[in-house]
């Protein structure tokens, strides 16, 4: 059996921070950030749980699935004023002791795929090199298990 894809360009994908609402706090949705010149997602990675006892069948370490970190959600953007001020707004928000940074996320995909989360801004940096643009980085840290939805 074999499997042929036609592939697709990561071209027109989006993230959307969508704001959320903690009991009374209400976090701001950040929006539809701009200028991103690549998304990328560091994978879901759980722990291994060592159950292995003495009288185990055999002398070959048994493992179960433990707790799972659903990663983070890393970007490349071209320096514009609005997208870093967008994103300066997100990260580290002031809020009530015990309230939460948490907004739900979109990453939308060209074929209307959706990949959704809630999570924080974790990282946000830029470099001005001489010969080149100027460009930033950033990355949400992903909370909770994520869904997503197969596009068409």
Same mark, same amino acid.
């Given at each position: 059996m074999s499997y042929s894809s036609p592939g697709m360009s990561g071209w027109r994908t989006t993230l959307e921070g969508k704001g959320s609402s903690e009991g009374e706090e209400v976090v701001a949705a950040t929006g539809l950030v701009g200028h991103i010149r690549r998304i990328g997602m560091s994978g879901m990675d759980s722990d291994d749980i060592d159950v292995t006892t003495m009288s185990s069948e055999n002398p070959f370490r048994e493992f179960v699935t433990g707790l799972t970190d659903a990663g983070e959600i890393e970007m490349d953007i071209v320096y514009e004023a609005d997208t870093f001020d967008q994103l300066f707004g997100a990260i580290g928000r002031d809020h009530a002791v015990g309230?939460?940074? #948490? @907004?739900?996320? %979109?990453?939308?995909? *060209?074929?209307?795929?959706?990949?959704?989360?809630?999570?924080? #801004?974790?990282? #946000?940096?830029? @470099?001005? *090199?001489? %010969?080149?643009?100027?460009?930033?980085?950033?990355? #949400?840290?992903?909370?909770?298990? *994520?869904?997503?939805?197969?596009?068409?």
């Open positions: 309230a939460s940074d #948490l @907004e739900d996320w %979109d990453v939308t995909f *060209p074929d209307g795929s959706v990949f959704s989360c809630r999570g924080y #801004l974790r990282n #946000l940096g830029v @470099e001005s *090199p001489m %010969d080149e643009a100027i460009e930033g980085t950033a990355a #949400l840290k992903i909370s909770g298990k *994520p869904s997503f939805t197969a596009g068409s």
